[in-house]
């Protein structure tokens, strides 16, 4: 599979886009160094959440996007921010129950002000208690595990239909995309919530699907040029074709994000904004990263295999100079190299194998 | 394919479309009554399981009291902690997977359960737990004379024996080491006093016998266990008494989703606007090629939201939202990759309809993978234990076979419905040759 084609349209590659491995060498210093100095910000179902209940049954007309607002503003103004407002029970036995993240200190003021917003008594409002998360520390270990399987089943299976280099590249860039969703979550203090789990896993999905598409083209390229000379120009630019169904992919799953962020109510919003940062992540790595590492691991790959070769070629001549070999082994060397011969069309000038 | 037999399976397929989508979005009540009874059909995205956070579910509130045999020295914690997690388990048992419990406060816990359908499987979970009491073997019909509590029971199952003709019901009770060898001395004490042992919930009789526990696990039968259904029931309502804690109802009754009001609504809205914008894109760009392409995602939709219903391990809560929207982006990039490569190839100068069939053969490969990737990852996903990413598991699941289907066969029946209308004209599907001024 890795053959000279590949080899010198990943240098090439290399050579036009020498700005994607300092950008990338920074990207992963930096995230690195992220994620060890920032915390997290923790969802409700991760760290917990604070609840009251206020009693309904005094309310005419329960107008819940109004009470969604006016107990937010009240929430935000004594150091708390709403999660989710719920409506439990129905008619004159109806609540509210709302979730909200941070501590408020003067309770019975905050109280006071949701109830003059809602036109209540502050006496239908419960006390506020603590409620503990529902994410478990187990459920992160199983997540970490579900992701790790998801990508060794990928890199097995990538290793086996391409070849070494691409399934080097497609491990890389998985794990590059969640090192740099999980620092993007650290720095813009993002909600991590259960489902900040799920886009991890659909972020290394992405990333798996255009590896997929992405060497699935490099071949198809490959085997359809019949100029050779021409292969390596051609392989080049395929590395860097697939702009407008990725642009249209990830355009289409941006904006559907960010309809959600802003409409949603704000748990849901919290989540979109989460999946937003995952399209950038995945695209940045998609689009820049994974062409990159494919053309770095392609060449790295493809000369030390030829490095090999070269070594067993020469050792071979030197072995059948001495006459230490016997005519059979010979034979066999003579039929390598041949073989070699015919794999690399056009050699240039920096694999030359000497067979004198 | 000639041009009428295309025309004909156009017809039909296009009247089985409008039958799906009525099936997928309209609820209705048949027109007709047998023996008096009308009867109501559920469309397919009222039938869909919805997790708590997006859906509306009951909410269950609890006080949790110690009991008078815990010493002081007891953690509560550690005791709240144990309870909480023994109503996850039985609630789980029961089918309710979709629940999320938690302690509310210092002695609460709350109790969420979504993917209720209906009103009865509102009243199935409050009836479900109710207000436990202990489980405690007496010598007498008194909880006063118990000689054993729940905490030596290890196991309670419901069981069913057939021998062809007849089916038995059965409650197995199995005892931990240390229980079996209390009741073994007790319950044979009793008996040879000419008495009974009572198992009791509270003060409630739940069971007798008049023979001494010879095995670590004893059956139970009742005349009341008609099904395997009433006794499971039954055996939960044992198990609710093998809690360490007692627990008293406070609060209980429908609530709205957990992520906030109309939840579900906004994704609708969010859906909607996708797969709208979908349909235009493809329309656009590839204009007739690209109704057909719609034409084709029609019945993604249908067969998507006919399985996501009748599979019965689906519950859809927002990560499973995301794996939809993840499933429906991936199936319409499969059309692209297919359409865009005929595009590439009638560039070259080939017939449309080379190019057509060798894009749909070209993108074959890139494809399949992509979804047997995410089939693989819906796999993986699905046998994790955390609701979010199990339900993204099983959507991503089921999903992914959907598209296979709709992007390889039903997209290559689609290209050959079409071309006996338009053999060779690339210009009526948008495709340019190359030098072209057009």
Redesign the interface.
């Given at each position: 599979m890795i053959n000279r084609d590949f080899s010198s349209s990943g240098k090439q590659y290399i050579k036009q886009n020498k700005f994607v491995l300092i950008a990338l060498a920074v990207v992963v210093v930096m995230a690195i160094i992220m994620i060890c100095t920032l915390g997290f910000n923790a969802g409700a179902?991760v760290k917990?959440y604070r609840?009251f209940s206020i009693n309904l049954s005094s309310v005419d007309k329960v107008d819940?996007?109004n009470y969604?607002k006016d107990i937010s503003l009240a929430l935000s103004s004594n150091d708390a921010s709403l999660y989710?407002?719920?409506?439990?029970?129905?008619g004159e036995?109806s609540?509210l129950?709302v979730k909200y993240m941070g501590e408020i200190k003067d309770e019975a003021k905050t109280n006071a002000e949701i109830a003059n917003v809602l036109q209540i008594n502050v006496e239908e409002i419960s006390t506020h208690?603590?409620?503990?998360?529902?994410?478990l520390a187990?459920?992160y270990i199983?997540?970490i595990?579900?992701g790790l399987?998801?990508i060794a089943?990928?890199v097995i299976?990538i290793a086996i239909?391409y070849n070494l280099a691409c399934a080097i590249t497609a491990l890389v860039s998985s794990l590059l995309s969640v090192i740099l969703l999980i620092s993007l979550t650290a720095i813009f203090r993002l909600t991590v919530t259960?489902?900040f789990?799920?886009?991890n896993?659909?972020t290394?999905?992405?990333v798996?699907?255009e590896g997929?598409?992405l060497f699935?083209?490099l071949e198809?390229t490959r085997d359809s040029l019949e100029d050779k000379n021409d292969r390596s120009t051609q392989l080049s630019k395929t590395l860097a074709s697939e702009g407008?169904?990725q642009k249209?992919?990830y355009g289409?799953?941006f904006?559907?994000a960010l309809?959600?962020v802003f409409?949603?109510?704000?748990?849901?919003k919290r989540?979109s904004l989460v999946?937003l940062f995952a399209i950038v992540v995945a695209m940045f790595v998609t689009v820049y990263a994974l062409p990159f590492l494919w053309s770095l691991t392609i060449t790295q790959v493809s000369d030390k295999i030829r490095t090999k070769k070269d070594k067993k070629t020469k050792k071979a001549i030197e072995n059948s100079a001495t006459g230490e070999l016997n005519n059979n082994y010979k034979e066999d060397q003579v039929i390598e190299v041949k073989e070699d011969n015919d794999l690399e069309e056009s050699p240039s000038q920096d694999d030359n194998i000497t067979i004198d | 394919m000639t041009k009428n037999r295309s025309k004909m399976l156009i017809i039909f397929l296009s009247l089985l479309l409008i039958i799906g989508l009525v099936a997928s979005f309209i609820s209705f009540v048949y027109p007709f009554s047998i023996n008096g009874v009308e009867y109501k059909y559920t469309s397919f995205v009222h039938e869909l399981v919805l997790g708590s956070d997006i859906g509306d579910g009951v909410l269950l509130e609890y006080q949790a009291n110690l009991r008078e045999d815990y010493s002081q020295n007891d953690d509560f914690d550690s005791l709240m902690e144990d309870t909480i997690v023994g109503l996850k388990d039985i609630l789980e048992d029961s089918g309710f997977k979709n629940s999320t419990i938690v302690r509310n406060g210092e002695s609460g816990i709350r109790i969420e359960v979504g993917g209720i359908v209906d009103k009865d499987d509102s009243n199935e979970v409050i009836s479900l737990i109710g207000s436990p009491e202990q489980l405690v073997f007496s010598s007498s019909e008194s909880a006063e004379d118990a000689f054993m509590t729940g905490e030596y029971v290890s196991k309670v199952e419901a069981k069913q024996i057939s021998n062809g003709v007849q089916t038995v019901y059965y409650v197995e009770i199995t005892f931990t080491d240390a229980g079996f060898e209390i009741i073994k001395d007790r319950s044979a004490e009793i008996i040879d006093e000419g008495g009974s042992f009572y198992m009791l919930l509270g003060s409630t009789q739940v069971g007798s016998s008049s023979e001494a526990v010879t095995t670590k696990s004893i059956s139970m039968t009742s005349d009341n266990f008609v099904d395997l259904k009433t006794t499971e029931q039954y055996a939960i309502q044992i198990r609710t008494g093998m809690l360490p804690l007692d627990l008293v109802c406070s609060y209980y009754g429908t609530i709205s989703a957990g992520l906030g009001y109309n939840s579900m609504l906004y994704i609708w809205i969010v859906l909607a606007i996708m797969v709208v914008a979908s349909f235009a894109f493809f329309i656009i760009r590839y204009k007739q090629i690209g109704a057909m392409a719609m034409f084709n995602m029609m019945f993604y939709l249908v067969l998507a939201l006919f399985f996501l219903q009748a599979v019965p391990l689906v519950h859809i809560n927002f990560s499973g939202v995301l794996a939809i929207i993840l499933s429906y982006v991936i199936a319409c990039v499969g059309l692209m990759l297919t359409l865009e490569n005929a595009k590439q190839e009638y560039k070259k100068g080939k017939k449309l309809h080379i190019c057509l069939h060798q894009g749909i053969n070209n993108s074959l490969i890139s494809n399949i993978t992509i979804n047997v990737m995410l089939i693989l990852a819906g796999i993986v996903s699905a046998l994790m234990p955390n609701m979010a990413i199990q339900s993204f598991g099983i959507v991503s699941l089921v999903l992914g076979f959907i598209n296979i289907f709709t992007s390889q066969v039903l997209m290559r029946l689609m290209i050959n419905l079409y071309l006996p209308f338009n053999p060779e004209d690339g210009k009526k599907c948008n495709f340019i040759r190359e030098g072209s001024n057009d």
């Open positions: 179902d917990g609840t819940m996007s969604e989710s407002v719920q409506l439990a029970g129905e036995q609540i129950i208690s603590k409620v503990s998360p529902s994410i187990k459920d199983f997540t595990a579900c399987i998801i089943l990928a299976f239909r259960s489902s789990l799920a886009i896993i659909i290394i999905l992405l798996l699907c997929f598409i699935d083209g198809r407008f169904r249209f992919m289409a799953i904006a559907i309809i959600l409409i949603a109510p704000s748990a849901i989540i999946a | -």
